[in-house]
T-cell receptor, first 115, second 111 residues
Framework: DTAVSQTPKYLVTQMGNDKSIKCEQNLGHDTMYWYKQDSKKFLKIMFSYNNKELIINETVPNRFSPKSPDKAHLNLHINSLELGDSAVYFC??????????????FGPGTRLTVT | SQQGEEDPQALSIQEGENATMNCSYKTSINNLQWYRQNSGRGLVHLILIRSNEREKHSGRLRVTLDTSKKSSSLLITASRAADTASYFCATDGTGRRALTFGSGTRLQVQP
């Protein structure tokens, strides 16, 4: 009964290709996130959705487009992949109170390698 | 820039010893959280401390928060080899509906 699952776990592709990563959570949370972790382990927020509505869109290239078909799913589509997109991408979910951010539950990550 | 910075970047200790990691941040916060990441895995939430709290315990973990210095520390007592992982602090800046993670401390516990 995985709480937050991502597919695929590994993704190796060539520059210029388009790829998608899928995320699902079964915790009943209202908010989902995409993070990027680079080779130095820095973890940076990319997007956040609350009840299917985009609430955070950090300075991410337009080639990245999140889509939330329902509040249990948040997918990430990447167009025209570049070498610098190589990283581990994590999906996470949490409850969203009125103020502050509650504990987040992370998926296992998708290691994207662009060659 | 990174909101939180952990110190030290890496720490190696023997089993049974205590491990202390520090975190500094820059803006006002509602709460500060600590996460653990085992190699090749996702992050796991360890403990949350609110801005009006000064200390919190959970099992072998003790977290302190000093909002005047914008700093926090995580103490792991009686460490075990299984505690080997990277540890990250994360803050939610006031009005910001997302966490900002620090750079992490890599802890190695030698059996």
């Amino acid at each position: 009964d995985t709480a937050v699952s991502q597919t695929p776990k590994y993704l190796v592709t060539q520059m210029g290709n388009d790829k998608s990563i899928k995320c699902e959570q079964n915790l009943g949370h209202d908010t989902m996130y995409w993070y990027k972790q680079d080779s130095k382990k820095f973890l940076k927020i990319m997007f956040s959705y609350n009840n299917k509505e985009l609430i955070i869109n950090e300075t991410v290239p337009n080639r990245f487009s999140p889509k939330s078909p329902d509040k249990a799913h948040l997918n990430l589509h990447i167009n025209s992949l570049e070498l610098g997109d190589s990283a581990v991408y994590f999906c996470a979910s949490s409850q969203q109170p009125g103020t502050g951010v509650y504990e987040q539950y992370f998926g296992p990550g998708t290691r994207l390698t662009v060659t | 820039s990174q909101q939180g910075e952990e110190d030290p970047q890496a720490l190696s200790i023997q089993e049974g010893e205590n491990a202390t990691m520090n975190c500094s941040y820059k803006t006002s916060i509602n709460n500060l959280q600590w996460y653990r990441q085992n190699s090749g895995r996702g992050l796991v939430h360890l403990i949350l401390i609110r801005s009006n709290e000064r200390e919190k315990h959970s099992g072998r973990l003790r977290v302190t928060l000093d909002t005047s210095k914008k700093s926090s520390s995580l103490l792991i007592t009686a460490s075990r080899a299984a505690d080997t992982a990277s540890y990250f602090c994360a803050t939610d800046g006031t009005g910001r509906r997302a966490l900002t993670f620090g750079s992490g401390t890599r802890l190695q516990v030698q059996p």
